[in-house]
């Protein structure tokens, strides 16, 4: 039986009065209260979750790991990225909505 996981949703908040359109005054109905920036999933295993979203969303990758986020992993003990316990998976275009699968 599939076991129901948590979605926590993080949202970025900008100004209020800011106008996306710098030619528009603020106060108009264009004016952005806020963003959803992250979306994190439980998981019981984040890696393979993560790699199956980013395979199934365009312009998707897992973040990769740089010297010192293994070096950070390590002093975790934790010896392989696969068994990271949050795992990151971002646009490659540079969009602002990132998903983040952490172990639970």
Known sequence: ?????????RICRESPGRSEDPSK???????????IRDI??????PAPIARF???????????????AELD?????????PEDDPTVLVEASHGGV???WFQCV
């Open 1 to 9: 039986m599939p076991v129901a996981g948590t979605v926590h949703v």
């Open 25 to 35: 005054p603020p106060g108009g109905q264009n004016d952005v209260m806020a963003k």
């Open 40 to 45: 994190v999933f439980d998981a019981r295993h």
């Open 53 to 67: 979203w980013a395979a199934a969303l365009d312009d998707y990758e897992v973040a990769p790991y740089d010297d």
């Open 72 to 80: 950070r992993l390590r002093g975790l003990g934790i010896s392989d």
């Open 97 to 99: 909505l990132r998903l």
